[in-house]
């Protein structure tokens, strides 16, 4: 299966901005469409965005449409998720997954990483 790490997290202050990266070993990530998802505390996981194998098509939930993007470069095997105008409701473990078959906000993805924490505080 591949491996995927995430990276690129940190402490921010509102209104920051912080560009996470989902880097895969094992597997080219240009065949799988890839995923975000976020957990914060006492939540349940819930989906961010994906990114097509191609990265033609994206899909960006409404909680964080306008102020998210994701982008790929599968050159780099890598694909990114931009936050900008962060706010501290967006503290959560950000996770990746890549899936050859999926590109939504279920966890239907055959592939996880281990998440990368993200705190936006004052």
């Known amino acids: 299966q591949l491996q995927l790490v995430e990276s690129g997290g940190g402490l921010v202050q509102p209104g920051g901005s912080l560009r996470l990266s989902c880097t895969a070993s094992?597997?080219?990530?240009?065949?799988?469409?890839v995923g975000w998802f976020r957990q914060a505390p006492g939540k349940e996981r819930e989906g961010v965005s994906c990114i097509s194998y191609s990265g033609a098509t994206t899909k960006i939930a409404d909680s964080v449409k306008g102020r998210f993007t994701t982008s790929r470069d599968n050159a780099k095997n890598t694909v990114y998720l931009q936050m900008n105008t962060l706010k501290p409701e967006d503290t959560a473990v950000y996770f990746c997954?890549?899936?050859?078959?999926?590109?939504?906000?279920?966890?239907?993805?055959?592939?996880w990483g281990q998440g990368t924490q993200v705190t936006v505080s004052s």
């Open positions: 094992g597997f080219t990530l240009g065949d799988y469409a």
């Open positions: 997954a890549a899936d050859q078959m999926y590109c939504g906000f279920r966890e239907l993805y055959d592939n």
